[in-house]
């Protein structure tokens, strides 16, 4: 039994890294040619770049970090991880846009000394 490994698998391998790293190159170009363009939202900015980063993100951790063999407990944690993550920006959101909260304020009332 031999420790080397079969050239032609190697090869195949390797090949299959090189297309994943152009591929991230390429979304990388794309990253940075969309922060030059003004889509007719801020908001749809950055939905695009959000959308182009969790692809580069998924591609990575799917093929470099090897998680495309894992075993099924792992993608439950991921995506207990993920709907975490989503209901935090969610609250985020949501505490931002509290009707609640005087958006319309300019100055204190009164200030301390006058008080007195």
């Not at 195949?12 to 994943?20: G, P, Q, S, T, W």
């Not at 920006?89 to 204190?108: E, G, H, Y």
Request: glycine residues 2%; proline residues 4%; contains cysteine.
């Amino acid at each position: 039994m031999s420790d080397s490994a079969d050239p032609v698998e190697l090869q195949k391998h390797v090949k299959k890294y090189l297309f994943i790293g152009a591929l991230l190159i390429f979304f990388t170009g794309i990253t940075v040619w969309l922060s030059f363009v003004e889509l007719p939202t801020h908001s749809m900015n950055i939905i695009v770049g959000m959308i182009v980063a969790t692809f580069k993100a998924a591609l990575v951790a799917l093929i470099f970090m090897h998680l495309n063999h894992e075993r099924p407990l792992i993608y439950k944690v991921l995506a207990f991880t993920v709907v975490l993550c989503f209901v935090l920006f969610i609250l985020f959101v949501m505490a931002n846009s509290d009707p609640l909260v005087d958006r319309q304020f300019t100055a204190p009332l009164q200030s301390v000394e006058q008080l007195q």
